[in-house]
């Protein structure tokens, strides 16, 4: 299946005008830390793409540094800080508290791989029934304990490298070579992987969707951080993973697509953000 633009019908339809808040989710975001000054940033990155997709709420839990300068970026983020420098297991109660009046999470963006850390993002997948997007940080968390996303509504979304660590084989370029092993590793793990590349590759272990769309300007630090909380906002509006996987992608790269033809080299994150609304208007 190569993913175009008729996927968009199957997550957006015109609204009634009685909706209200909440029809359209509410997405929860946990990420960030004190070690990387940039890590705040990647955490509202994703926070403000849920929001051009769509979501009707996003709030973000994260360390209190992180947490507060995330919120700085828009007036249309919620943001709650947890005491600490680094999410640790002292923060499980609250994240649970925090997930329960919410439809989907993006977790993994800017966490860090402190030990304690990838321990708790373990303890709080393993507690939580709703979809979530597995990205960045949380991606080496699933990879001690792999069992804890099988037949859950999650969608995991490795680049190459992040993929090695989470399958435990080498990926090349090779296109052919590149489908056989995310089927296979979706299939063991009875989830669905979306595998960015210049193509992305999605499965869910039987059906796989290929996503042709993109830019060679689309390298900017970010951009995984963008899809990350588009497909969240899609999950957060009950969209099957497999459908959010196909979507998301097909949105963030044709955003990134229609930035780059205006900005080329100087394209970044939030410029594809600002290009969401362009691909998913109808």
Partial sequence: ???????????YRKRDSWSHKY????????????????????VALSAL??????????????????????????????????????????????????????????????????????????RYLKNISMPAVIDADAIHAVALDKKIVRNKKFI????????????????????????KSVKNAASELKTTILLKGHVDVISDGKKVALNKSGSPYM???????????????LLAR??????????S??????????ASKKLGEGTTATDLINSITEVIKY
């Fill in 1 to 11: 299946m190569i993913i175009n633009r008729s996927i968009l019908k199957k997550v």
């Fill in 23 to 42: 029809d359209f989710g509410h997405l929860l975001v946990i990420g960030g830390s004190k070690q990387y000054t940039g890590s705040p940033a990647l």
């Fill in 49 to 122: 793409a849920a929001l051009r997709s769509g979501v009707d709420l996003v709030t973000i839990v994260a360390p209190e540094r992180a947490a507060n300068i995330a919120a700085s970026f828009s007036p249309n983020l919620i943001a709650y800080p947890l005491k600490g420098d680094y999410l640790n297991k002292k923060h499980l109660p609250e994240l649970l508290k925090f997930s329960k009046n919410k439809t989907a999470v993006v977790i993994g963006n800017g966490l860090g791989r402190e030990k304690e850390t990838l321990k708790t993002i373990i």
């Fill in 156 to 179: 995991i979304t490795p680049h190459s490298r992040e993929f090695e660590v989470l399958s435990g084989s080498k990926i090349t370029t090779n296109l052919n070579e590149r489908i």
């Fill in 219 to 233: 390298t900017k630090g970010g951009m995984g951080d963008t899809l990350a909380g588009i497909c969240g906002a």
């Fill in 238 to 247: 009950d969209v099957d993973t497999f459908t959010a996987a196909c979507a």
């Fill in 249 to 258: 992608a097909y949105i963030n790269w044709k955003a990134g697509e229609i």
